[in-house]
């Protein structure tokens, strides 16, 4: 006895629950491939201040974009998809905007509604996003002794930057103030932290006017000086999420 | 309809006409005068005459539009032009300085993280009872943005349908369920939100704030999706937001109700709706009570009063009569 062709209605069930396998598991699979740019990042993104530990960083953080919202230099940006779980993760990306602290108060990590961003800092001091970094010693102009004229990053750079002797309030573009050094220490002459970075000779000769930028365990990685350093590409870069080692 | 079975519906099972023991005296009563009433040739032209009328009205719908726009706008705005009405996104937000977060997206974080947040305490607090007075599902039709473009899209399936251009194939609606539970393990056995990488709510929230993004291509195949193969795919079958604010809009005070006294039974209304599982009281002989109030998984749109031509269908407060 042969079995019964299956009936309309149920062909319609059965057809309906494959259709249902298919567009459930493709929505899960689409979300489970995020897992993919978090598992293959090399390098960690630059985060905001107070940042918890990557892995609970991206967990905690809801994704809202508050910190965007508060910072005075628009400093912080959200990930995008190809970032996989870090889509909506604040970041900051230094070379063309850096943490410059004018906010004063760290204002993202008041404003973050998870404490993604740690609530346990209360001052730039105690911030610790990565580790500045001289990466291309050879194009430092400090280490070759030389000046430097002009404005830090050209005319067209949009980035902003708080200098305490102009506005104490307001930051205005890199723009706006052109520099005319006889040795170039823009590194250390705007980095917010205090003794954070240092010059130091390079020989015993005085008459030697070659300096080495030096990093030192005070620095919280919030890419001033990788912003401002006039060299193309910079110098000095931060390493995200590095903590300091003595050299 | 007991709450449970108003959950049960919403999570899947299929609504069943009651058993003879659940109408009501008079409801029996009104059932057995509208059977012995029959309907001349007249009357059902003039019925059809009523209901193709009524699909010119969109009061509800427009209010609806705009409140949603307002919102959305509202939290451009703030950040746009500084005006700090709302600021953040629809997953948390501070609205004039107090906390809100999307339940949903608390959730996913509260898993992944496993860790209990006083922040997001408060801001779930506020937005679960907001949403309890305000209907639950609400938040999907009134507030959420993919709900927007979603409705557009399916106007153009139906138009494409009408000409026999596309056909619409349903999902088991259990499907959400399921996806509800996957997710939710997910981002407690990952550590990661998982369901926020696909997120339409989250992504179409984000990319109106803070500028488009790649993102958005999730909302394009979704949308493409629902326009050439199934009608309102991510809302009605996939979207685990829905099951949260479902939950809290079956105890919420404010939802459709259904007077079958005037009801010609002819199913405008289960025509127009996102969720028709929640309107099988509307049909012939179903109605267990004189009025039934619509079950947890109802959006509270305002398309099924809005295509009503007896006024069998509106919205109301639970005991709000009562009071005054």
Known sequence: MTALPPSRAQQEARRRFLRSILFGSAAVGAALAGWLPVAKAHAPRLRPPGALAEDEFLASCIKCGQCVQVCPVKAIFLADIDEGFGIGVPYIPARDQACDFSCDAVQCILACPTGALSHSISKKEEVRMGIARLDKPDACLARQGLGFKGQARGADFPGLLRYEEIDRWNPIPLADHPYDLELCDLCVRECPIEGAITLAPMSTDAADPRRTPQVTQACVGCGVCEMVCPTEPAAIVIDARAEWRPA | ?324
Request: aromatic share 8%; glycine share 6%.
């Open chain 2, 1 to 324: 309809m007991s709450l449970i079975q108003s959950l049960a519906v919403m999570l899947g099972r299929e609504p069943a006409k009651p058993k003879p023991e659940d109408y009501t005296e008079a409801a029996r009563c009104l059932h057995d005068c509208k059977r012995a009433n029959k309907r001349s040739r007249e009357d059902n032209a003039r019925i059809q005459h009523e209901i193709h009328d009524r699909a010119r009205v969109h009061t509800w719908r427009n209010r609806r539009w705009i409140t949603l726009l307002v919102v959305n706008l509202l939290f451009v705005a703030s950040y746009q032009f500084d005006v700090q009405l709302i600021e953040g996104a629809l997953t948390a937000s501070r609205v004039i300085g107090f906390h809100m977060a999307d339940l949903n997206s608390a959730l996913q974080v509260t898993l992944a993280f496993k860790t209990i947040l006083i922040n997001l305490i408060i801001g779930t607090g506020t937005v679960l009872v907001m949403w309890l007075l305000l209907g639950g599902r609400s938040f999907c039709s009134w507030v959420c943005p993919y709900h927007l473009v979603a409705e557009w899209a399916e106007a153009l399936h139906l138009r494409l349908a009408a000409r026999g251009v596309v056909k619409d194939h349903a999902l088991d609606r259990r499907t959400r369920t399921v996806l509800y539970v996957v997710f939710a393990v997910l981002a407690l056995a990952s550590g990661y939100t998982v369901y926020e990488t696909i997120s339409p709510t989250g992504i179409l929230s984000r990319a109106l704030i803070y500028g488009p993004t790649m993102a958005l291509a999730i909302v394009a195949v979704l949308l493409a999706l629902e326009v050439v193969y199934s009608r309102r795919l991510w809302c009605r079958y996939m979207c685990p937001i829905g099951i949260t604010y479902a939950v809290v809009g079956a105890v919420s005070p404010l939802r459709v109700a259904y007077t079958p006294e005037d009801c010609h039974h002819e199913g405008a209304c289960r025509k127009v709706c996102l969720v028709p599982h929640v309107l099988d009281c509307t049909k012939k002989g179903y109605a267990p009570d004189v009025k039934v109030g619509i079950g947890a998984d109802c959006t509270r749109c305002g398309l099924c009063i809005d295509a009503c031509p007896t006024g069998s269908l509106k919205f109301e407060v639970k005991g709000l009569d009562k009071l005054l």
